[in-house]
């Protein structure tokens, strides 16, 4: 697979998006939105990271929840996907499609990330290529450096900090 560049994803003059993600990373994320998709629609434990326990104390408040937000979520995750799909061979988007490159690329990340094993005290270690998880482990590196370019561009238009911070 070739490397994605430095900066796959920039912020124009003009305020869209430039997207510079070589024609195979492009496929290859389809074919996994593809698999993202078919899997929002099942009860796979996979899933567990997106839908997250909203009151691990108290089952029959996080039960409602669940009830009424899940459809919810699945909905906006699937409008990320569709968009995403939509706009896989562009090289330019809006902010409005970048932010759901964003979710879309998280989403994915956080599957991946259950499926890897992946826990907040993980850090990077060399993974053998004859890994049978060594394609899920590279996938993972690509979409952890995509949404990392992604924050980059997005904020790139943010004012910088102040010393002081912002005034409430």
Do not use: H
């Not at 929840?65 to 919810?72: E, S």
């Not at 990330?113 to 907040?120: F, H, I, M, P």
């Not at 450096?145 to 992604?150: K, M, P, S």
């Amino acid at each position: 697979m070739p490397l994605i560049p430095k900066r796959p994803i920039r912020r124009t003059r003009d305020g869209r998006f430039e997207i510079n993600v070589p024609r195979e990373e492009r496929e290859v994320l389809k074919g996994y939105l593809d698999q993202l998709r078919d899997l929002l629609l099942s009860d796979d434990p996979l899933l567990r990271r997106l839908f997250p326990t909203a009151y691990p104390d108290d089952a029959e408040r996080d039960a409602e929840y669940q009830r009424l937000m899940k459809g919810d979520l699945i909905e906006s995750r699937f409008v990320a996907i569709e968009t995403m799909e939509a706009t896989l061979d562009a090289t330019s988007i809006d902010e409005a499609e970048l932010n759901r490159w964003m979710q879309a690329i998280n989403s994915l990340r956080l599957v991946v990330g259950t499926r890897l094993d992946v826990s907040e005290d993980w850090s990077e270690v060399d993974i053998d290529e004859k890994d049978p998880d060594f394609g899920l482990w590279v996938l993972y590196e690509i979409l952890t450096w995509l949404l990392y370019a992604i924050v980059n561009a997005l904020s790139a238009a943010l004012p910088p900090p102040t010393a002081t911070g912002p005034e409430i």
